[in-house]
């Protein structure tokens, strides 16, 4: 069971808007920390996609956005494309346990 | 261009110690701002974070992990290593070696994430 919980798929055809939650609690999201999101591809390393609840790394294209509010954290994709069939994961940071936490990743199909 | 690469045994024993290193090449894992860490994920699952290590050698580990999770840093051939004992088939997965960057100075631990990661690697746990 992982400390922040992500649904397990979220599905969207082409040219559509999906989004992505991450749900955290007081000890994480809801402290004020930071939510980050990575993208994994199949059969490849996580990619880190958005930083610090909403900026891009240069070259992620500005289809990807992110947000935070209260304990919840929300990435969302604007005209999805083929390419962006992947899994999404989000991450904190965990004052009870001390540690760096992940989601447990929702896998994205496009239809 | 910062890349980072593990590298060790893809099998091990069971009750045996699972040791792999990561060479960081492109950069200098001395640097002050940065951490490095462990991440794996087993077949089919999510990521897990394992622990991280600064260059000065402090850790921070799972508490999960923690009684059997060592992360240690060799400056001088840019690698950082994670041994974990007592394995069993439940630590089957890919192990992902990752830089731990945050943006700006005087970053809390909570503002740190994992910007560059290596291909990573599959340890199988079998006899």
């Known amino acids: 069971q992982s400390v922040l919980t992500q649904p397990p798929s979220v599905s969207g055809a082409p040219g559509q808007r999906v989004t992505f939650s991450c749900t955290g609690s007081?000890?994480?999201?809801?402290?004020?920390?930071?939510v980050h999101w990575y993208q994994q591809l199949p059969g490849t390393a996580p990619k880190l996609l958005i930083y610090?609840?909403?900026n891009r790394p240069s070259g992620v294209p500005d289809r990807f956005s992110g947000s935070k509010s209260g304990t919840s954290a929300s990435l969302a994709i604007t005209g999805l494309q083929a390419e962006d069939e992947a899994d999404y994961y989000c991450?904190?940071?965990?004052?009870?346990?001390?540690?760096?936490?992940f989601g447990g990743g929702t896998k994205l199909t496009v239809l | 261009q910062l890349q980072l690469q593990e590298s060790g045994p893809g099998l091990v024993k069971p009750s045996e110690t699972l040791s792999l290193t990561c060479t960081v090449s492109?950069?200098?894992?001395?640097?002050?701002?940065?951490?490095w860490g462990w991440i794996r994920q087993p077949p089919g699952k999510g990521l897990e974070w394992i622990g991280s290590?600064?260059?000065?050698?402090?850790?921070y580990y799972n508490p999960s992990l923690k009684s059997r999770v060592t992360i240690s840093v060799d400056t001088s051939n840019n690698q950082f290593s994670v041994k974990l004992s007592s394995v069993t088939a439940a630590d089957t997965a890919v192990y992902y070696c990752?830089?731990?960057?945050?943006?700006?100075?005087?970053?809390?631990?909570?503002?740190?994430?994992?910007?560059?990661w290596g291909q990573g690697t599959l340890v199988t746990v079998s006899s």
């Open positions: 492109g950069g200098s894992i001395s640097s002050s701002s940065y951490y």
């Open positions: 007081s000890s994480n999201i809801g402290a004020g920390y930071d």
């Open positions: 991450q904190s940071y965990d004052s009870s346990l001390s540690g760096w936490v």
């Open positions: 610090g609840n909403n």
């Open positions: 990752a830089r731990v960057y945050c943006t700006g100075g005087n970053c809390y631990l909570g503002d740190y994430y994992f910007d560059y």
């Open positions: 290590i600064y260059y000065s050698g402090s850790t």
